[in-house]
């Protein structure tokens, strides 16, 4: 039977020969990812149910990023407890306060994986599909289940195929192909379905690119985004790879229940308005709203391509009088790079504000929380009321050259225009 | 009487519990900000046993599990919605708060109409209007988490029976 990519790793997972959408199977996962917002809640499940140790401490990651540095007494005794959690199940896959985001630190440290089957308490988990496997969010009590028995039941999802043909335009991003998809699928299009990219457009898209686009597959419901390994994955696995591992590929005649195309070419700077996902325009369209802060960070555009980016429209000028732009690398060796390339320098200098590398404004949680009435822009992934700060705040998404260039001109600015 | 609370389209789990409390994992705690960037008054208002009727996507976004707990900590029985986010929809019927899916439940209720839910029928009575709607009843293997009141206690109750729930029907 012709399967899709998600089909055949589910069907690999569950040690069967094919499966099929709807069908309930039970996996054994690949990787295991907790953070410090949802690992305490799983860890707590473990104790209620009497589990004492992980199935495997080798298969298990847990990264500190939401709230670190640690911005309140309750947020330092979770920490405290997860260390203890992972001395005493053995877990060296530990990554401590400043080593970086969850979905940024497990790629770079070859977790990732073609052919894998991933699941992470964190929604964004889906961005690991940029590496041709399975990957996707759970919950907290869900993940004790996976920590007690290394197995979790899933229910095969659909898929859908996205076309990407053409080339970037200057200043025209991966993130901005991603907010028109979402505005196109909507915030809801894809619920239940895992998404399968394609097309000739791919090979010149980074895998930082790439992870920015399954990232926010989810903002779509999706379960899992995935984009089938290249040359592109490999030359970026080589030295990395924790393990061996082995790509697959949908059959040509595997079956999907939508299919959309995307023009490179044609495709303009998106943004996304307050407060949902899935409100997208072109920055043209709404350039001149005053805003008072600017965040570039996250899982979705903190890496250094992004960086890079907002540097190159910020390099030798100041950012507006008023403005606040708070950058947060997504890793430790995002933050390195980014010192050594002098990028950081240029972003100072220019008048930005430097944060250690977490998931820092995104989700409201740590530097940079937002007032009632104030206006941000950011390279992250959510706008929803409220989860930057005040409610009564507005938050409009888009890619590191309109952050940048909104914060050079202290309103929202297409890239293009400066 | 139970008192149904409506809302829209799109309530993420930001809207039902933001961020910044998410250092709390108590229940209760977790209650005094439930669905407070939408309605910050809620807290206040709801009473044991009341039920959610939302519309489409219901616990989009943050795989947080506190949603569900802050929604079972503020005595909330049930949600019901024309959809439901993925990770939110397993996360409840882990916590033991029962999720039912009806396409017209939304359009029949407003805020303070009495409500009466029977899930293993999969039925939405609105007690104030006398009028009655569907839902899509859940497969036996998530009633089973629910009547045990959630995952852990399954788990708990199984102990040296089968590891996790028997999968019979597609959800």
Redesign the interface.
């Known amino acids: 039977m012709p399967m899709t990519i998600a089909e055949k790793i589910l069907a690999r997972a569950s040690g069967r020969r094919s499966v099929s959408p709807g069908e309930i199977v039970e996996a054994r996962v690949d990787v295991a990812m907790i953070n410090d917002i949802t690992g305490p809640i799983t860890v707590e499940a473990l104790e209620k149910i009497g589990v004492k140790k992980v199935w495997d401490p080798s298969r298990v990651v847990i990264v500190l990023d939401h709230q670190a540095p640690p911005t309140s007494i309750e947020a330092s005794r979770e920490h405290i407890g997860l260390r203890r959690f992972a001395a005493r199940n053995g877990i060296q896959n530990f990554f401590d306060v400043g080593e970086g985001v969850c979905h940024e630190v497990l790629p770079e440290n070859g977790f990732a994986l073609p052919g894998e089957l991933i699941v992470g308490a964190d929604s964004h988990t889906c961005t690991y599909g940029a590496f041709g496997c399975f990957a996707t969010g759970i919950g907290s009590t869900d993940m004790a289940a996976v920590f007690a028995t290394g197995k979790l039941w899933f229910r095969v999802p659909e898929s859908m195929l996205i076309k990407v043909e053409g080339m970037l335009r200057s200043r025209v991003s991966p993130k901005d192909l991603i907010l028109k998809i979402v505005g196109d699928v909507g915030a809801d299009g894809a619920t239940y379905r895992a998404i399968e990219f394609t097309g000739s457009g791919l090979s010149r898209i980074s895998v930082g690119g790439r992870m920015t686009m399954c990232n926010m597959g989810v903002e779509m419901g999706a379960k899992a985004a995935i984009v089938p390994a290249d040359e592109v994955t490999f030359r970026y696995l080589k030295g990395r790879a924790k393990w061996a591992y082995q790509p697959v590929y949908s059959d040509s005649d595997a079956s999907y229940v939508d299919e959309m195309k995307c023009d490179l070419s044609k495709l303009e700077p998106q943004l996304a308005l307050p407060h949902n996902v899935d409100k997208v325009r072109p920055v043209r369209e709404v350039a001149g709203v005053k805003i008072d802060q600017a965040f570039l960070g996250s899982c979705t555009n903190g890496r250094l391509e992004d960086l890079v980016e907002a540097a190159k429209v910020l390099e030798g000028k100041k950012i507006a009088p008023g403005v606040r732009m708070l950058v947060a690398p997504a890793s430790r060796e995002v933050y390195l790079e980014a010192l050594r390339k002098k990028v950081l320098q240029k972003l100072v200098e220019a008048g930005a504000i430097v944060g250690s590398p977490s998931c820092a404004a995104c989700m409201g949680g740590h530097i940079g929380i937002i007032g009632p009435g104030e206006v941000c822009i950011s390279s992250s992934n959510r706008n929803f009321r409220g989860r930057m700060g005040s409610p009564e705040a507005k938050v409009y998404l888009g890619s590191p050259a309109t952050v940048a260039a909104s914060a050079l001109r202290g309103e929202i600015t297409d890239p293009r225009d400066v | 009487m139970a008192k149904a609370w409506v809302f829209g389209d799109?309530i993420?789990t930001?809207?039902i519990i933001?961020?910044?409390y998410?250092?709390?994992?108590n229940p209760k705690e977790l209650a005094k900000h439930v669905m407070?960037?939408?309605d910050?008054g809620f807290a206040a208002k709801v009473r044991a046993g009341d039920v959610i009727v939302a519309g489409?996507?219901f616990g989009?976004?943050?795989?947080?599990?506190?949603a569900p707990m802050a929604l079972k900590g503020a005595g909330i029985a049930a949600v019901v919605a024309e959809?439901f986010?993925?990770?939110f929809f397993?996360?409840a019927i882990?916590?033991g708060l029962p999720v039912l899916i009806s396409k017209e439940a939304r359009r029949g209720f407003k805020t303070g109409d009495g409500i009466r839910v029977d899930l293993e029928r999969g039925e939405v009575l609105n007690t104030s209007t006398g009028r009655k709607f569907d839902a899509e009843p859940l497969p036996d293997f998530l009633m089973e988490i629910l009547r045990a009141g959630?995952?852990?206690n399954y788990?708990?109750r199984m102990?040296g029976k089968r590891?996790?729930?028997r999968?019979k029907?597609?959800?």
Not at chain 2, 60 to 66: A, I, K, L, P, Y
């Open positions: 799109n993420s930001d809207d933001a961020g910044r998410l250092v709390q994992r407070e960037a939408v910050p489409k996507n989009c976004g943050s795989s947080r599990e506190h959809s986010a993925r990770i397993r996360n882990n916590q959630g995952l852990l788990l708990k102990k590891g996790l729930p999968k029907t597609a959800v």
